[in-house]
């Protein structure tokens, strides 16, 4: 099967599903890996683990207590989409901006958090919220749903780090 190559500087999070490589889980816990190109990964219930790899990518755990990784890449950003009755899981890499691209691209935002079903009182709550592991990691309450960002401090969550859906 071929495949289109995307601009590897893709700035516009475009939600178009046909741009996506889909894979969902099953209400068992899973293993999906992604692709170096665009992913939507749906763990479903279980606990999941979702590593969707380089590219421009949306992770969505589910219910269960799930490991999410992103691919790590600053220059394009993933997302994480949570309901508030999520479980307890884990986004193991993070990453709020781009630092080089402030300088040379305006475009790169940095991963977001998506909170389903949520409003702007939701991201006050969860921006005020936050907590921290005894290792020193941030962790988001939204509803029941706890989110633990590995390697972020609870003193540098930022408001502008969430989107509703
Ligand atoms: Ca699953
Ligand atoms: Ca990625
Ligand atoms: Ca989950």
């Known amino acids: 099967m071929s495949q289109i190559p995307s601009s590897p500087i893709d700035y516009n999070f475009d939600t178009d599903p046909g741009k996506f490589t889909f894979q969902v889980g099953s209400n068992n816990s899973d293993f999906l890996l992604g692709t170096d190109d665009r992913d939507y990964l749906l763990g479903k219930g279980g606990d999941d683990i979702l590593v969707a790899k380089g590219g421009r990518d949306y992770l969505e755990g589910g219910n269960g207590d799930d490991w999410l990784s992103g ?4 220059m394009v950003e993933d997302r994480f989409a949570f309901d508030k009755n999520d479980g307890h899981d884990t986004i193991t890499d993070f990453v709020p901006q781009c630092e080089i691209c402030i300088l040379i691209f305006p475009g790169p935002e940095g991963d977001r958090i998506v909170l389903l079903d949520g409003e702007q009182e939701d991201i006050d709550a969860v921006t ?7 290792a020193g990691d941030a962790v988001l309450h939204y509803g029941e749903t706890d989110i633990t960002l590995a390697g972020i401090e609870a003193s540098d969550v930022k408001a502008d780090w969430f989107l509703l859906g």
Not at 71 to 74: A, E, H, I, L, Y
Not at 128 to 134: A, L, N, S
């Open 71 to 74: 691919g790590g890449d600053s």
């Open 128 to 134: 005020k919220g936050v907590t921290e592991t005894p």
